[in-house]
């Protein structure tokens, strides 16, 4: 089992920056391949980024060059670093970690960018 628990949600006008962070315990963290999701109202939860054990990264189109991922073994945190925010990516963003096909979900964060 891991419990996560994200932080570092609120709210921003565009073009400003949040850095969410998301803490696990209860597993080996650094085994498992974490990422972020996020859903907005109305709309189907969706990849942002992802961050293999190895540390090799993913990111979604829409965030690519704005978003970046990191994370730290040591203290069992995964970062989201969101730069040059925009009014679309306001959404509940989710920390997933993955390993061995089983899957687990922190609450989610909310973040909202005013235009």
């Known amino acids: 089992q891991v419990q996560l628990v994200e932080s570092g949600g609120g709210l921003v006008q565009a073009g400003g920056s949040l850095r969410l962070s998301c803490a696990a315990s209860?597993?080996?963290?650094?085994?498992?391949?974490m990422s972020w999701y996020r859903q907005a109202p109305g709309k189907q939860r969706g990849l942002v980024a992802t961050i293999t054990s190895g540390g090799s990264t993913n990111y979604a189109d829409s965030v690519k060059g704005r978003f970046t991922i990191s994370r730290d073994n040591a203290e069992n945190t995964v970062y989201l670093q969101m730069n040059s925010l925009k009014p679309e990516d306001t959404a509940v963003y989710y920390c997933?970690?993955?390993?061995?096909?089983?899957?687990?979900w922190g609450q989610g964060t909310q973040v909202t960018v005013s235009s």
């Open positions: 997933n970690a993955r390993y061995s096909g089983s899957s687990f």
């Open positions: 209860g597993s080996i963290f650094s085994i498992h391949t």
